[in-house]
């Protein structure tokens, strides 16, 4: 069977430059960032991983390693999509905070399901790397156009799929993401029984393969028919991102956890609700998130403000290197970073980009709404900064840093509302805790039609604490009597209401962690203005996590500078004078800071 397969591949190694290319549809200024980056990435003619790696000005470090490396830390389904240009940037990532790598990508020709183009499928050591570690590889599939034609040629789709099956299995792989973007409304049957076809042929094929497929953002025409494709596709990916595109009119944030009260009401937490009201079973659904942003010409320095020109995609790697920290904010109502400054032509810009706590709090919200998963556009984005894989750890997987306070509000945020049809419960049960206390400061649902069920414990069969609905505050503050609260929220299909907004922490508090007093750990100046300098004696930085938050629990964006046991902690100017907790910690040991700012 295997000589089979090598005879395959070699035929469609032959027909690569016969094969005849996309026609894309450029009156459409709406593309994906998949679709803008294949096409921009496509006219250059290197022929290696190496010459790419030329291109991003690669430089390989020691690969970043997480605090715990076994693959059974992850909690949900971590999956990034590996663009074929970033060379070899794979060398780099931490595989043990990755449970799936998808190489992009196949490009399928529409007229004959053959490939234009796999790049460096054949032969790229991505596939070793992530196989050492236990995480799996699956090939993408792309096709942004033509799919009319592509579906109504059976043999183009059978030739797709023997292609696919063939390919993946060549490279012992374990599986195929189908990324077919723009597809019409008229081609939704069509689409879906495809989907059904490739899963069933891929699991007969290659038992244990996964099967996923890239969901947009918003699907507009209902194209996607997710109830019906469920009961064969593994994994379904939103892809959360591009709210706000190149052309939009305003600048704006592309990934949005909230809309608030002035943004779009379209966001990645409505998002991941409709895709669960319309079928999706929830542990097969991940939400990507983008290591990219978005920098604008704009008319203003406030927000939202009208663009002059179209935007460009900014990775994180550039964002962190080329952006001054003292021009960052943090926009609460989507809960969301953007750098904003004038340029040397006097133009005001603003970049949207989404940092390691936004991303956090997306995953928080993951969790909460209990969804499969996280997908990645893209991995080596943030090369050489490690906090997104500090996020990861700490969000998604068994090994994040104990934190005992934190903000509990409902799906539209502090400034938005929550949305018809919730059905979801969320537990907080911190390590080594003994009780919890919860304090609503806004509490306002629809009276007797929504309802929130507080329960003290872990699942929704401990002791029930109370139902709460209306719009009268809980006055009194929640003390459970064990070390864990769980929430159920159900609200019907008609009206809707601001939410809640509560803060709860730790009472009585027991830990296993022992504080060593021979680490020499010193914060100055306290009070500070924006920066505050912290030296470390005896610990090896790289393995530091440093929090901040704010005396309500909320995570505070700074940026960290890291030398040889110095971190200088740059705070942005728009955060208030107040008093912050400043939370150090490794696997050893964890001390907490009461810091003044100025």
Known sequence: MRKLSILFVNLLILNFAFAQKIEIDTTNTMFSVHEQQSKYFSEFSFQSESQWDKFNNIVHQEPYKSTTKPKKSLTKEVIGWNPYWMGTAYYDYDYSLLSEVSYFSYEVNYLTGKPDNIHYWLTTQLLDYAHNSGTRVSLTATLFSNHQAFFDNSTAVQMLIDSLISLVKYRNADGVNIDFEQVSSTQKAKLTAFMINIANKFHAEIPGSKVSIALPAVDWS???????????VDLFLIMGYEYYWSSSAQAGPGAPQYSGDIWSS?????????????????????????????????????????????????????????YSATNNFRDLHSNTPVNIYKNSAEQWKQCWQNDEISNADKYEMINMLDIGGIGIWALGYDAGYYEQWEAIKEKLSDYGNTQCQGIFMDTGGKYGKYYNSEDWTYTIAPKNATRLAVKFQEFDIENNFDSLFIYDGKSVTANLIGKFTGTNIIKDTIKTTTGAITFRFKSDKATINEGWVATWKCINQASNITENKDFNIILAPNPFQNTINIKLQDIDIKDINIYCYNLLGQKINFISEKQHNNININFTDNIPSGIYIIYISNQYFSQTYKITKL
Do not use: H
């Open 222 to 232: 209902e194209t996607f028919d997710v109830a019906a494709m469920n009961q064969y």
């Open 266 to 322: 379209y966001n990645t937490t409505k998002s991941i609700l409709y895709y669960l009201s319309k079928g999706v079973s929830p542990d097969k659904l991940c939400l990507a998130v983008p290591y990219y942003g978005r920098e604008w010409t704009t008319q203003s320095n406030t927000f939202p403000s009208n663009t002059t020109a179209s935007g460009s995609a900014v990775t994180y790697k550039d964002y962190r290197k080329n």
